[in-house]
């Protein structure tokens, strides 16, 4: 089955960087355009990243773009946003989800707290 | 980006039917047939309910139906149970330029 799971959450200053994986197994990763999105405290979901299969298009909210990039390494099957210039506003759980244009499978989350 | 609009609640009782709405523009929901929906108990991940506006994936009861009119998807929950409630977000794709934007999430209570 389906399995994605995240991490690299953490406790991180303003202005520092922090970079997520995301581990997938289950399917044939290198099939499949993945996605960030993340879940502030108490608030909705917001889409952040979404990368194809083969890294070739990517794109990003505004709110992060210029500061987070996605990638992959389709040979370890594992997904990256390695998010800069952290600021308070950043602190969510962050999500990653397969597919392109419906997120069919999420992993649990990690968790991201921006705090001096 | 501006997010899709939900209510920020609805309720119902057991049995019942519910309808949730997710009013978005020409731009996203008006202009492709990609609308999905989420479903979200407390303190665990996302659940796709439905995707394409209307096509349950499998294992999804069939309790759950999605639709679109113009710029409005929908999502209707039939034979409310208890275990339904959750919160739940529509999302489209957007074009190129904004990809994705999601609803801000409704809260549904099963009274």
């Known amino acids: 089955q389906v399995q994605l799971v995240e991490s690299g959450g953490g406790v991180v200053q303003p202005g520092r960087s922090l970079r997520l994986s995301c581990a997938a197994s289950g399917f044939t990763f290198s099939n499949y355009a993945m996605h960030w999105v993340r879940q502030a405290p108490g608030k909705g979901l917001e889409w952040v990243a979404v990368l194809w299969y083969d890294a070739s298009n990517k794109y990003y909210a505004d709110s992060v773009k210029g500061r987070f990039t996605i990638s992959r390494e389709n040979s370890k099957n594992t997904l990256y946003l390695q998010m800069n210039s952290l600021s308070i506003e950043d602190t969510a759980m962050y999500y990653c989800?397969?597919?392109?244009?419906?997120?069919?499978?999420w992993g649990q989350g990690t968790l991201v707290t921006v705090s001096s | 980006q501006s997010a899709l609009t939900q209510p920020a609640s609805v309720s119902g009782s057991p049995g019942q039917s519910i309808t949730i709405s997710c009013t978005g523009t020409s731009s996203d929901v008006g202009s492709y047939n990609l609308v999905s929906w989420y479903q979200q108990h407390p303190g665990t991940a996302p659940k796709l309910l439905i995707s394409?506006?209307?096509k349950r994936p499998s294992g999804v009861s069939n309790r759950f139906s999605g639709s679109k009119s113009g710029n409005t998807a929908s999502l209707t929950i039939s034979g409310l149970q208890a275990e339904d409630e959750a919160d739940y977000y529509c999302?489209?794709?957007?074009?190129?330029?904004?990809?994705?934007?999601f609803g801000g999430g409704t809260r549904l209570t099963v009274l």
């Open positions: 989800a397969k597919d392109l244009y419906q997120l069919t499978d």
């Open positions: 999302c489209s794709y957007a074009g190129s330029n904004t990809f994705v934007v």
């Open positions: 394409e506006g209307s």
